[in-house]
């Protein structure tokens, strides 16, 4: 029996208001089931990357966070459902980040292999989260943060193979910046997972959950920032040779680690990029180019940048209350620098 044409343009019309009704395709980050890559010991504790807007790169066992890198442009620590390769962050489990730029700046987890999370300087590859599609962040979905040269060139774990910044809580899951080799960012339960940027010495930028946890920025020393939740797990930053992790693509944005000076695992793109851990309050390790928030290696008293998931020991750098990580020069410690409203800590001698 042949239809009529106002019956056909009734059945489009239903299909395409069914199509209208459903939701358009943008990334969910889902806040009861699988968030994102986060770090929190007991409280709110976002590592978070922001640029120009609100743009977290979130460490958060529980709640919304995400990892987000987002220099000024559309890098965004993106999730591409098609590509399977996610950055899955699942809390049973040792993850491990990498950064590698262009040279040997591994923030390597390296239980045996060369597992490296590189941020890739030559082009625009940043960490970027694509909401154009359906991106969950699903621990146990093939879902990446990739990093993608000749277009969005987002934090993508693509160069030549599937390397996805995994993590994944039981299994080898790793969270991948590969850029020609097989160096995946990943976690491993029960093994040495050591984050690590060695140019020339073990500096570890370790975690340790109920032990020492120092995460800590040392100039000339054992510069440790250090992420060791049971076993060795270094996150490592060694500042005398290829000052490491860094983001130089069109301009020389380093997460620098530099031992004189007050360069200390900055990432400055353009705009406020902080680097933010937030456990109860606003404790915020933050990387701020423009206001002088910065994670600053102190020379000679060792303020380690710690963080205690059960006290309130965070990497923190807070700016209302001036309460800085700062490298001081060798000769100058906090205890001398005065309120300027007040008379001074020590008498004067006139010479």
Sequence with gaps: M????????????????????????????????????????????????????????????????????????????????????????????????????????????QPSARRDMQLQPSAHRDMQLQPSTHRHMQPSAHRDMQL??????????????????????????????????????????????????QPSAHRDMQLQPS?????????????????????????????????????????????????PAHRDMQLQPSAHRDMQLQPSARRDMQLQPSAHRDMQLQLSAHRDMQLQPSAHRDMQLQPSAHRDMQLQPPGQSMQAVCVQDHPPCFPQHNS
Excluded: G, K, N, T
Aim: proline content about 12%; hydrophobic content about 30%.
């Design 2 to 109: 042949p239809l009529c044409w106002s019956e056909v343009q009734l059945a489009c019309s239903i299909v395409s208001s069914q199509r209208q009704l459903q939701p358009s395709a943008h990334m969910q980050l889902q806040p009861s089931a699988h968030r994102d890559m986060q770090l929190q010991p007991s409280a709110h504790r976002d590592m978070q990357l922001q640029p120009s807007a609100h743009r977290d790169m979130q460490l958060q066992p529980s709640a919304h966070r995400d990892m987000q890198l987002q220099p000024s442009a559309h890098r965004d620590m993106q999730l591409q459902p098609p590509a399977h390769r996610d950055m899955q962050l699942q809390p049973p489990a040792h993850r491990d980040m990498q950064l590698q730029p262009s040279a040997h700046r591994d923030m390597q987890l």
């Design 148 to 197: 993608q040269p000749p277009a969005h060139r987002d934090m993508q774990l693509q160069p030549s193979a599937h390397r996805d910044m995994q993590l994944q809580p039981s299994a080898h899951r790793d969270m991948q910046l590969q850029p020609s080799a097989h160096r995946d960012m990943q976690l491993q339960p029960s093994a040495q997972r050591d984050m690590q940027l």
């Design 211 to 259: 032990a020492h946890r120092d995460m800590q920025l040392q100039p000339s020393a054992h510069r440790d920032m250090q992420l060791q939740p049971s076993a060795h797990r270094d996150m490592q930053l060694q500042p005398s040779a290829h000052r490491d992790m860094q983001l130089q693509p069109p301009a020389h944005r380093d997460m620098q680690l530099q031992p």
